[in-house]
């Protein structure tokens, strides 16, 4: 029946010639015109009916054909589509099992013919089976829906992330600020925690959050991503590029999402994320109880049926989001990140490191392996050290010291000295002044050590003793106004002021 419909297609749907149409399939001019005068006599017209299978075609065709008069028993489609969704199961342990029950049934090549054409008259073509638990395809939707900032009133985009399980096409959508790095991450640990388990492979399309260099055969995964699929035990399989066949499941729950949750959201203002989050949670449970139209139960009924029982077990603790960062160990052996400092083994000054940075933790990394752990300092010019990671006074590795600190300093001039010597003073390790140390020395490259000096005896005169303070001084050309001129602001005289003697006469400190 496959050679009637292509000639009846070709004839009716193509207008080619006769002479074309048997030289295309293969066969003579007369099969080409004994077909078409027989579709004609059947009153049949293209294309044809999406109902008529090979079966009913063959009885129209060729009527009181005796082989056409023994009808077969049908296989149960949608059984077979339900069981092929389950691991190792094939259409020919399904045909097995049909000949088992039905010895008189259909031979294997007619009996796959069948499922596929029924599978046309579906509403979703299946052209892809997918496994229980196997794969969990994700994606963010092209439309966005816009959002107010409850504190601001400042408008902004939320970005609805779609993660689609492979056999049930259960869904589960979220909204984000963006389509970072970080949005991808936290989507998918939320998709993970909503159905309770873990795919075999996560399925993302080519965005630079989850793949650094797309490639059909050896993508470059961004290592956030990597390590989050690793904390989880799943594998990441991005889509090829330009084939979106591969990746047809999200596509289509993307579609969904944006015709049935944003469209039926149009008309609706939300205040925040949350407000937005709360209304599409709401549809999306709805959308995933929502029967299907041509097959039994619908997306939840169907992922509890197949996918959960086939998931990974989550692991005990959920994924952590890190940034990654390149950094070099100053000579102080400690790494500066996010404009705060951490320590690290003095062995390590002057070599670069990884960090990774987390909500909680900083972790430096040398080759791969850990070498220092600390607990991570918000705002800015804080310092964790760990003593165990500083150089010992009477070790060979030490390059600097405060000694030799002093001595380049002697070279400028007595009060740079003075200044040296009170920063080293005032930190808790001595090697927490070093970097100070240096960039106020290395201004006199820049000022000559006449200027320097000046600028010193400045800063120690008001106690200014940081790096931040001798390069002001020195920008603003305060080291050549004479010390005289520049003098501390009249005290303010006000009725409503306190004086000394207010307090019992003490020194205010």
């Avoid at 005990?316 to 404009?339: C, M, N, Q, S, T």
Wanted: charged share 25%; with cysteine.
């Amino acid at each position: 029946m496959r050679q009637v419909r292509e000639v009846l297609g070709q004839k009716w749907g193509m207008g080619r010639t006769i002479r074309q149409i048997a030289r295309s399939c293969g066969v003579s001019r007369d099969t080409v015109t004994e077909y078409i005068r027989r579709a004609e006599a059947a009153g049949l017209s293209w294309p044809l009916p999406a109902d008529l299978d090979d079966a009913a075609l063959d009885a129209r065709l060729f009527p009181g054909n005796p082989a056409h008069l023994n009808q077969r028993p049908e296989p149960d489609f949608p059984w077979i589509l339900k069981e092929l969704r389950r691991k190792h199961v094939t259409l020919w342990l399904l045909w097995t099992e049909y000949k088992r029950q039905h010895p008189d049934g259909y031979q294997y090549s007619h009996f796959c013919e069948r499922y596929r054409q029924w599978v046309k008259t579906t509403e979703i073509t299946f052209r892809q089976v997918h496994k229980a638990g196997e794969k969990v395809f994700l994606d963010f939707a092209g439309d966005t829906v816009e959002v107010v900032d409850p504190f601001t009133g400042e408008l902004f985009q939320g970005h609805i992330f779609v993660a689609v399980q492979g056999a049930s096409n259960y869904l589960y959508t979220e909204a984000f600020p963006g389509e970072g790095m970080c949005a991808w991450v936290m989507g998918v640990r939320h998709a993970l925690e909503f159905f309770k388990g873990v795919p075999r492979a996560l399925v993302p399309d080519n965005p630079k959050a989850t793949v650094v260099r797309p490639c059909r055969f050896e993508p470059e995964l961004n290592r956030v991503f990597q390590e989050m699929a690793a904390h989880y035990g799943t594998a990441v399989l991005p889509a090829p590029p330009r084939m979106p066949r591969a990746k047809a499941k999200v596509e289509a729950g993307v579609k969904f999402v944006e015709t049935r949750i944003l469209a039926a959201l149009r008309d609706r203002t939300f205040f925040g994320l949350t407000e937005l989050n709360r209304a599409v949670r709401e549809a999306m449970v709805e959308l995933n109880e929502e029967p299907f139209k041509k097959l039994e139960g619908n997306r939840r009924s169907c992922f509890e049926e197949l996918d959960r029982p086939a998931l990974l077990p989550l692991p005990a603790l959920p994924y952590e989001f890190a940034v990654w960062k390149r950094a070099r160990v100053h000579i102080d052996y400690h790494v500066e990140v996010e404009g705060n400092f951490y320590s690290v083994p003095y062995r390590l000054a002057h070599r670069e490191v990884e960090v990774r940075l987390t909500a909680r933790l900083v972790e430096v990394l040398f080759q791969g392996k850990q070498v220092a752990a600390h607990q991570r300092l918000w705002g800015k010019g804080r310092t964790s050290t760990i003593p165990e990671h500083l150089a010992p006074a009477h070790s060979k590795h030490r390059e600097w010291t405060p000694e030799r600190f002093a001595s380049w300093a002697a070279t400028i001039g007595p009060s740079t000295v003075k200044l040296v010597h009170d920063i080293l003073e005032s930190r808790p390790h001595p090697e927490l002044g070093f970097r100070s140390c240096l960039g106020i020395l290395s201004l006199g490259k820049r000022y000559g050590p006449e200027r320097l000096e000046a600028a010193a005896g400045r800063a120690l005169s008001f106690r200014a003793l940081s790096y931040r303070h001798i390069r002001s001084i020195l920008e603003k050309g305060l080291d050549q106004v004479p010390a005289e001129t520049v003098s501390a602001p009249a005290p303010l005289q006000h009725s409503n002021l306190r004086g000394a003697a207010y307090y019992g006469g003490g020194q205010v400190h």
